[in-house]
Each structure stands twice: as C-alpha cells, then as structure tokens.
C-alpha cells in the first residue's frame, strides 16, 4: 500500500483546507485510512479516521465540529475537509492505511493501529 498526502499549503485562520490521500497497490475499500497531525516539537496526534468497510467515521474531541473525513472508492481517495482553521491546526499532517475492517473499540486514533503511511503534508495556518 502507498499512501499520497497532498492539499496542505498556507492560509490565514478561518479559512478552509482540503486534504487529500490517494492510495495504491491495494483497493480503498478494503482499507481503513487515518488522518495523523504533528505539529513542531510535539508527539503525533490522530484527528480522523473512516473505516473501510461501512465508512462509519472518528474524530479526536479537539477537531468535532470542524474537520470532516470521506471517501471516493472510486477515486482511491480520502479527503480531509478541515474549516475554521486555527493556529493550533498548524502541522505536518499524514495518512496511514489499516488492511481490513475494523470493529467498534479498535483504536481508532492510535498510530500504531496503522500499518502503512504517507510521507505527509504541511498546513501552516498564520494568525
């Protein structure tokens, strides 16, 4: 599984980004895709998750509300929608891809769940 993140850039607080993780050499639907955040000088943070099979959605309580995950099987694509962008939104922000289904209590959030990673990018989000 190869993992592309793409969609970061600079913009001012308030404004709106769209990230992107495009998968290959496995098909989306049978992946489990978590968005991963981390910001300079601090340990890595999961902020969304979509499972593979059903779709059903996770979000870290400090992004509820304004980042929204989907996905496009037919695209090989999930997207990270993320509005109100904050200062504190600012980081390196990456994909990671579980094989197979997931079932409620599975640590949605916890990198080490994922096997597989995209090599990130970056929001950076000026005040």
């Known amino acids: 599984v190869q993992l592309q993140a793409s969609g970061g850039g600079s913009v001012q607080a308030g404004g709106s980004l769209r990230l992107s993780c495009e998968a290959s050499?496995?098909?989306?639907?049978?992946?489990?895709i978590g968005w991963f955040r981390q910001a300079p000088g601090k340990e890595r943070e999961g902020v969304s998750c979509?499972?593979?099979?059903?779709?059903?959605?996770h979000y870290a309580d400090s992004v509820k509300g304004r980042f929204t995950i989907s996905r496009d099987n037919a695209k090989n694509t999930v997207y990270l929608e993320i509005d109100s962008l904050k200062a504190e939104d600012t980081a390196l922000y990456y994909c990671?891809?579980?094989?197979?289904?997931?079932?409620?209590?599975?640590?949605?959030?916890?990198?080490?769940?994922?096997?597989?990673w995209g090599q990130g990018t970056l929001v950076t989000v000026s005040s």
């Open positions: 979509i499972s593979s099979e059903g779709g059903s959605t």
């Open positions: 990671a891809a579980f094989i197979g289904a997931v079932v409620p209590g599975w640590p949605f959030l916890s990198a080490g769940a994922y096997d597989y």
């Open positions: 050499g496995y098909t989306l639907d049978y992946l489990t």
